[in-house]
Every structure is written in C-alpha cells, then in structure tokens.
C-alpha cells in the first residue's frame, strides 16, 4: 500500500463542518472537494443519516466514499437536533469528524459588512453584532463537543486550507495540486491553458533518422534518442531543478490545478518523450500527476501509422549532425 493510500484509509468517512458564519466554511468545502470528499451545504441534521446509505455517489467507489456536510444556524430548526443525530451516528460506528471554524466577532463583523451580505439570524432586523451573539449562544454546545476548532481571524485562505489539510491529510500537501503533464507540437498551435511551457525543439530531432520517424516517443527506440544524449542529459539536469523550485511554490499558494506543456516541431517524439520523463519525475516527488499528448495522434493514417511527414514542417537538419 502506498503511502497516500495509507493516508486515504485514515481520513474520517464523515465530516461535519459548523462554526460561525462569515469563518471560512465555503473555502473548508472547497479544501474537503479538493480532497475527494462528496460536499453537501446547509445539509439538514436530520438527513445526514439518509445520505451516508446513499451509493453510487459521483466520482466516489463505494468502498472509498467520504462526506463533508455543513451543518450551522442557517437551518435553526433542525440544528437542534444535531446532537442527537451525532450520538446516532456514533452508536452505528461512522468514523466522523466535527470541524468548528471560528472568528473574533470585530472580525466576523467586518467580513460581513466587507461581503454585504445578510447574517442568517438576522432577518428580524437585528444588527449584525445581535446575529453573532445569537449564533454563539446556537452554537456553544457544538463548539466545546468539536474534534477540532480552528480560528480563522488571522488567517489568509492559504493558511486555512494548509491548517485543514493538516488536520485531515497530513502528509498530502503535494496530492492536493493536480498536475497535467502534456506534450504538444509547436506546428499545430501553441497551448492556452498552460501555467509552464517549456520549447525543446532545440534537442536533436528523431525525425530525421528514417528508422524512427514513423515510431513516436512512446517507443523504446525514440525515447532512448531523446532521453540518454549529452544535450537532453544538461537539459534535465536545469528542468528538474526549476521544478524542484516552483513546484513547492504553487503548493504554498494552495494552487489546485497545474498544467505543464512540453513542445517540440509535430508533437510526435521530444515532447512526448519528455513529458513522459517529467511526469515520471513528479511522481516520484509525489505529485498526483497525469500525463497527455495532445497531438501525437494527429499523424496518424486510416490504419493507425503515423505519417511519413509528420514533421514535414521541421527546420532542416543541420549538417554533420
């Protein structure tokens, strides 16, 4: 089992996240989506128990689901009842989880005039000062039963979602960025959507060698031609450590998705090549990577053989090469 697994195993099946409006819960839900969890908002108490025999959930194997529901004031009526609820669902030995998130009430206060919203308990007309003090007093009960508290009121989002991930996927800092590895060829278009282009055309070209040409760099001939010269050996060398440079970076920053574009002339061997050695390389530095060639089958003919000029459009070969 690997260690990421390991760390799934021990993630809770059900995690109830409350606390006090205006402290984070939105940007919690997007850290347990992040996480794999079905996400469900302003659940009533009373359905919890009907959601966790729910199968089928999207995206989730049955054997691997886990919840993350938010339970707080706005539904008054039935938050009463999550108590009783709780102990149900103890008794039944579902392995939950309560979250509290919280704030200075100065704080909160500001952060609802800053969005300006309406607080939840304040439809009466009270001030927005009234509806936190109202809510306190809903919430106390839930606040001192909590497996974790965590005060927001000098938290940037970053530090939320690190302090989270901490609590409930130590270990998975680097899973939680999606990185897209993927080659392209320079003829077909450059990428849109990329956060990283890197340009390889300098490297010495397959194409050229009439034994490699209609092969692509998924094939062991191809890949030895690219990856094992002295030009690609230095090239690696200086592209590993840039990632090992950003790539902690864009974890920090809580960036969810990464897409790293390698490119060549067709799209058919460097880049391909390429992009399959760095995702390798991820892997290994434990990023949950996946790996794409958005153009290696653009070549192909009818019977699935790429085409003899695939790469009609490369510069020509310099001499003595």
Known sequence: MSETETDLVHMPELVIVSGMSGAGRTEAMHVFEDLGYFCVDNLPSSLIGNLLELTGMPGQPDEKRRLAVVCDARNRDFFINLTAELNKL??????YR?????AADEKLIARYKSSRRRHPLCAD?????????RERDLLFELRENAHHVI????????QLRGSIRALFAPGEDRTGLSVTVYSFGFKHGAPLDADLVMDVRFLPNPFYDPDLRSLTGLDAPVRDFVL???????FQKRWHAL???????YVAEGKQQLAIAIGCTGGQHR??????????YLKAKGYRVSIAHRDLKL??????????DAEAAAPAPVSGR
Request: glycine letters at 10%; charged letters at 25%.
């Open 243 to 249: 990632l090992d440079c950003v790539m902690p970076g």
């Open 125 to 133: 007309g009270a001030s927005i000062a009234q509806g936190i003090e």
């Open 299 to 308: 070549a192909e003919n009818a019977d699935g053989h790429l085409v003899a």
């Open 151 to 158: 005060d927001t009121t000098d938290m940037l989002p970053p």
């Open 271 to 280: 880049s391909v090549a390429l992009a399959e050695a760095t995702g390798d």
């Open 228 to 234: 094992y010269r002295s030009e690609t050996e230095e």
């Open 90 to 95: 103890k008794a039944l030995g579902i392995d």
């Open 98 to 102: 309560v979250l509290f998130l919280d």
